[in-house]
């Protein structure tokens, strides 16, 4: 995105520790790797440890770029709640390092993580605004 103030909410230590606890795998992604593609069903929620990720939704002649995540931020969050289709691709912009933890170790988190849960939902929230509070990246 650009200089936009972010208006995502920072996520707990607490939180943040035990997203990587649960985490499958940590790997290392190249600027350009895709994470999941526009009309997949993923499998994987992403923990932004280092780097940026931008969400792109295609056109039909043209891509936008919706949202950009940083660290600290989860990448995917939206897709634990919905089991469709995937409405938009996740590129790495940069260099990234990330947790990965698939969606259904996931949804088990939040079942056992009851105190947690509502701190993700505000997140979620916020990420939803701020997509809103842009439409410059919308598509219409």
Do not use: W
Not at 48 to 73: A, N, P, R
Not at 77 to 98: G, H, Q, R, W
């Amino acid at each position: 995105m650009n200089s936009n103030k972010r208006h995502t909410i920072k996520l707990s230590k607490e939180l943040i520790d035990k997203v990587k606890h649960i985490a499958d795998f940590f790997k290392a992604y190249d600027k350009g790797d895709i994470l999941f593609f526009e009309g997949e069903v993923p499998i994987f929620v992403y923990f932004l440890e280092k780097g940026e990720i931008s969400l792109i939704k295609s056109g039909t002649d043209f891509e936008v770029e919706i949202m950009e995540h940083k660290k600290g931020d989860i990448v995917g969050l939206d897709l634990i709640f919905d089991s469709k289709k995937c409405t938009y691709s996740a590129i790495v912009k940069t260099n990234s390092e990330l947790h990965v933890v698939e969606i259904e170790k996931f949804k088990q988190f939040l079942i056992n993580e009851n105190s947690l849960s509502l701190e993700l939902i505000r997140y979620l929230s916020s990420v939803i605004k701020q997509i809103e509070n842009n439409p410059i990246y919308s598509v219409r």
